[in-house]
């Protein structure tokens, strides 16, 4: 395993149903983040991980957006109760700690399309 | 928003040309770095310059830093087919090396490479 993996790679869900993200990052990285990214625009942050620890929140991450990382290896990302407007591809990312000025290194992504 | 922004938006050029994105930002940054993304697919990081560096170089990359503009550029010599990708920079403005956190992207420039 030579890089952060992602799973699934697409999702299609209706309205009103609950999606489970899965990312595994790169095995020696203790940081973990997640992207939202939709089309023509940049990814935008939505979370981060230091080992189990959830270190930082973005303001668009609603009530509807959950992520662990019980372990502080693999993550995962819910939605609940989906809307159209969360349609777009979900990115994972990792770094490693010590002695890095905080490369990131990205999965291929889940896209995610909501009916 | 802290979002930083890439011009061109879209550039076309022919094989063998250079291509070059500029890329601004708004207020004191450890670290940009710059990505790129083929369609649909996950960022591949390409260079990383930290704040007290000027210019860069990897391969056929040329990155420079301006930090009293608040800007950066991306040049991409001898450009081949290869090359056609979107290119997103994305800053760190994490207050200490290896302090971690998010990356703040920009909309990206949409390289075309025509051979």
């Known amino acids: 395993d030579t890089g952060v993996s992602q799973d699934p790679r697409h999702k299609i869900t209706k309205r009103g149903q609950n999606v489970t993200f899965r990312c595994d990052p790169i095995?020696?990285?203790?940081?973990l983040y997640w992207y939202r990214q939709t089309l023509g625009q940049g990814p935008e942050f939505l979370t981060y991980?230091?080992?189990?620890?959830?270190?930082?929140k973005s303001r668009l991450l609603s009530d509807r957006f959950s992520a662990e990382r019980p372990k502080g290896s693999f993550s995962t990302l819910e939605i609940q109760r989906t809307e159209q407007g969360d349609s777009a591809m979900y990115l994972c990312?990792?770094?490693?700690?010590?002695?890095?000025?905080?490369?990131?290194?990205f999965g291929p992504g889940t896209r995610l399309t909501v009916l | 928003s802290q979002q930083g922004e890439e011009d061109p938006q879209a550039l076309s050029i022919q094989e063998g040309e250079n291509a070059t994105m500029n890329c601004s930002y708004k207020?004191?940054?450890?670290?940009l770095q710059w990505y790129r993304q083929n369609s649909g697919r996950g960022l591949v990081h390409l260079i990383l310059?930290?704040?007290?560096?000027r210019e860069k170089h990897s391969g056929r990359l040329r990155v420079t830093l301006d930090t009293s503009k608040k800007s950066s550029s991306l040049l991409i010599t001898a450009s081949r087919a290869a090359d056609t990708a979107s290119y997103f920079c994305?800053?760190?403005?994490?207050?200490?090396?290896?302090?971690?956190?998010?990356?703040?992207f920009g909309q990206g420039t949409e390289l075309s490479v025509k051979p």
């Open positions: 990312a990792s770094s490693a700690g010590q002695g890095t000025y905080n490369e990131q290194f």
């Open positions: 095995s020696e990285h203790n940081r």
């Open positions: 991980f230091q080992n189990e620890a959830q270190l930082e």
């Open positions: 207020t004191s940054i450890n670290n």
């Open positions: 310059i930290r704040s007290n560096e």
């Open positions: 994305a800053t760190d403005f994490s207050r200490v090396y290896n302090q971690g956190g998010k990356l703040i």
